[in-house]
Structure formats: structure tokens, C-alpha cells
């Protein structure tokens, strides 16, 4: 079975601040860097570091060069990335001293993906095999319908989350992983119970993996049944890539063959290291790091 993210590439300007600014406010902040990141990279980099073989598909723009090369550094296969015109994608993110983030987009050329490029890529791929998708390029929906067709398994984090997606056919999603706020949003529910009741009522022949922060984790199978992970507590530096860094390690650990519940504590340890550290792509633990992580328990 091979993997396919079919995802963004950005280049994140993050900025270390006092507090996120706010309406008609100007704040200086005390720190930037710059770094290869964006949602379709940074899971991509988490399955190459957990030990998975990635086919990632997507565009940069002429000064995409440096995004590429992060992908290929890890091993990523990067045959499928194309160059167009303009600029590539990116991310102004601020990080507060509690480690939170927020964070504004720029499309740049995640948005410009086309039907041609979507029918060249799949080509190479077949039933079974899984696609990886997010919500930062365009055509998601004709991807979903696209790869449903060939029969590859389809695996969606509808993040950063819009209305429009609720119009697409997410009965055809394999798998889906959410955030809290996420599972708000698709379902109209305040609690993560009701949320994963009212997701897999909507969607029953989907799996749902709904992360809760620091109350760990939930998962959803086809009939209903439900199994809870504890997160591991740790001093969160910087959340950017926290979820990136779990959808990675988690679905590693299913193509592993891992049951649910490994792959699970697996990827909240993954992400409990992620937050430790700054950044968003350069924060993503190595297999190595990880399974020291959980052996100390
Ligand atoms: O999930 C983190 C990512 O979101 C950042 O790397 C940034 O590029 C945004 O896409």
C-alpha cells in the first residue's frame, strides 16, 4: 500500500509575542524565524519520521525551491510537487509565553492545483492505497470524489476548517482526524461525546480520531465503539504542528498494522514532544526519540 499527501507547502514567519494582537493594535515582537512548514509538509515529514515511505503531491511557487529540498531531506518522495508561477504558499503565525498560537494564510500556490495535475498523480496509484488530505489547497473536493473512485482509502483533516466542506462528500472520507474545535464545528456540539455521536451518526462507515489537547485523545470506529487516550502532560513551548506531528505518527502506526490504541499513545507522544519545542516542521520528533518517550512513561 503506498501513501499519498496530497497537501500544502508554506513557509511559516513565526513571531514570538507578548499577547496575539489585537483590532487596531500595532505590537513589536521580540523574535522571528523562518521555516519550511505548512499542514501537507508537516505530516509529511511526521509519517518520513516515523518510519513511513510518503508520495507527496502539491505546488510551490518560483521561490519554492527551499520547500522541496525540506521534503527531500527526510526522504519524502517529491516527484509530485510541481512549480507554478507567483509566489509559494505561507504562514504568519504568532506564538504567545503560553506556547498558543494563531495563525493567518496565504495561499499562494496551494491554491492553484488543477484537474490535470490531480488525474496525472493518481494515475500512479491504485485501490487501496491511502490519500492524505487537509484543508489548504484547492480541489479538495474533487480529490475526495477522484480518489474514492479509484478506491484508495481517504484520509481527512478538515483543517483549517470551512462551511463549504460540509458540502462535499465526506461520506467517502476512510478516516477522519479533528481537532476539538473542528469536531465543534462539523457537528454544532459542545461536548466531545456528543461531537463523536452526532460525527458518526452523519458518517457511519467512517472512522473518527478526535483530539481533545491536554484531555488526550478519542477514537471511533465503524460500529460505534469508542476508546479514550490520556495525553502525556508536558510544559507546551510552542503548539504549532502539534496536530500535524499526531495525524503523521498516528497513521504510521495504522499502516504499521499497530492497533488502534498503540498507534494512538504512539502519536500523542509524538505530539507531546512536538509542543515541547519551537517551531513547526523542525519540531517533529524522530521514531528514535518518540519510543524513549514512552518508555518513560
Ligand atoms: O499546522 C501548522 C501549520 O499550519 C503551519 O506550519 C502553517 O504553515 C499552517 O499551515
Same mark, same amino acid.
Given at each position: ?31 522571528? /524565524? ?14 518520513? $519520521? ?5 508520495? *507527496?503531491?502539491? %505546488? ?15 526522504? +519524502? ?9 507567483? #509566489? =509559494?504558499? *505561507?504562514?504568519? +503565525? ?55 473512485? #479509484?478506491?484508495? /482509502? ?43 455521536? $452526532? ?6 462507515? =467512517?472512522?473518527?480520531?478526535? &483530539? ?6 478519542? *477514537? ?14 508536558? #510544559? ?10 499526531? &495525524? ?7 499502516? /504499521?498494522?499497530?492497533? $488502534? ?25 524522530? %521514531?528514535?526519540?518518540?519510543? $524513549? ?5
Amino acid at each position: 500500500m503506498k501513501i499519498l499527501n496530497f497537501g500544502s507547502l508554506n513557509y511559516d514567519y513565526t513571531y514570538q509575542v507578548s499577547h496575539m494582537v489585537c483590532s487596531g493594535e500595532t505590537l513589536a515582537s521580540t523574535q522571528l /524565524k523562518t521555516h519550511c512548514g505548512g499542514k501537507g509538509l508537516n505530516q509529511s515529514i511526521a509519517l518520513a $519520521r516515523a518510519g513511513i515511505k510518503v508520495y *507527496h503531491a502539491g %505546488m510551490v511557487g518560483e521561490d519554492g525551491q527551499q520547500l522541496v529540498d525540506a521534503c527531500s531531506r527526510e526522504g +519524502i518522495d517529491v516527484g509530485y510537487i510541481r512549480r507554478v508561477e507567483g #509566489k =509559494s504558499g *505561507h504562514a504568519i +503565525i504568532q506564538v504567545n509565553p503560553k506556547g498558543e498560537n494563531c495563525i493567518l494564510l496565504y495561499g499562494g500556490a496551494n491554491r492553484k492545483n488543477s484537474e490535470e495535475q490531480i488525474d496525472d498523480v493518481l494515475e500512479r496509484f491504485e485501490a487501496g492505497d491511502m490519500i492524505l488530505l487537509q484543508n489548504e489547497i484547492n480541489l479538495v473536493d474533487v480529490l475526495i470524489e477522484k480518489a474514492f473512485r #479509484k478506491g484508495m /482509502k481517504i484520509i481527512l483533516n478538515p483543517s483549517p476548517f470551512e462551511e463549504q466542506l460540509m458540502g462535499y462528500e465526506l461520506k467517502k472520507v476512510h478516516t477522519f482526524l479533528i481537532n476539538e474545535t473542528e469536531g465543534k464545528q462539523m457537528s454544532g456540539e459542545e461536548n466531545p461525546e456528543q461531537m463523536l455521536w $452526532r460525527i458518526h451518526q452523519r458518517y457511519p462507515d =467512517s472512522e473518527i480520531v478526535l &483530539t481533545l489537547g491536554e484531555k488526550g485523545v478519542c *477514537h471511533c470506529n465503524r460500529d460505534g465503539k469508542v476508546i479514550s487516550v490520556p495525553a502525556f502532560q508536558v #510544559k507546551a513551548v510552542d503548539t504549532t504542528a502539534a496536530g500535524d506531528t499526531f &495525524t503523521g505518527y498516528y497513521l504510521a502506526g495504522v499502516c /504499521k498494522g499497530n492497533d $488502534r490504541r498503540e498507534a494512538l499513545r504512539t502519536a500523542c507522544g509524538a505530539s507531546a514532544l512536538a509542543v515541547m519545542k519551537k517551531g513547526a516542521a523542525m519540531s517533529i520528533p524522530v %521514531m528514535e526519540e518518540v519510543k $524513549r518517550f514512552l518508555e518513560k512513561g
